[in-house]
């Protein structure tokens, strides 16, 4: 580890609680504009059209919450139009949750919003490449702490 002064240490974490409180304030807000829920704003916003689906369980995971959870959001998201289950091409035995065109399109104005929004896209794409780097290398990192390493 680089020696580092407290002052630099308390600057760096401050700088990434701002970051991050101005970014869920943003996102809180282009969500809010949808009419959904945070709850089903989170299930859409994971549910990329971008990516390959994932199990309804596996996306319970994603977010940290309970299937059944998931399950309710899924009920309330396709009442909506959002949203429809299938079965999952891998194993039909497991269900996936899949955006309807209606779901795409609200899915593509929330992205759209967040690019109008966010300071992240006033960097240029080079820089935003750079903290996308440099965020999934503290990522990385932070999985290879020892647990209780903060307590000892």
Same mark, same amino acid.
């Given at each position: ?12 974490? #401050? ?112 820089? #935003? ?14 999985? #290879? ?8």
């Amino acid at each position: 580890m680089t020696a580092t002064t407290p002052e630099h240490v308390l600057s760096l974490l #401050q700088q990434l609680c701002d970051v991050a409180d101005a970014q869920n304030e943003d996102i809180a807000d282009v969500l809010g504009e949808s009419g959904l829920t945070k709850p089903q704003a989170g299930v859409l916003w994971a549910l990329s059209p971008t990516t390959p689906p994932v199990s309804m369980r596996e996306l319970a995971r994603k977010l940290h919450c309970d299937p059944s959870n998931i399950t309710l959001l899924g009920d309330q998201l396709q009442a909506a139009g959002l949203v429809q289950r299938q079965p999952d091409p891998s194993d039909g035995r497991r269900r996936i949750l899949v955006l309807t065109e209606q779901g795409v399109a609200l899915w593509t104005r929330l992205l759209e919003r967040m690019q109008q929004r966010s300071a992240l896209f006033t960097l240029t794409s080079e820089e #935003q490449n750079q903290l996308l780097d440099l965020l999934e290398k503290v990522e990385t990192n932070r999985a #290879q702490i020892p647990t209780g390493f903060l307590t000892q």
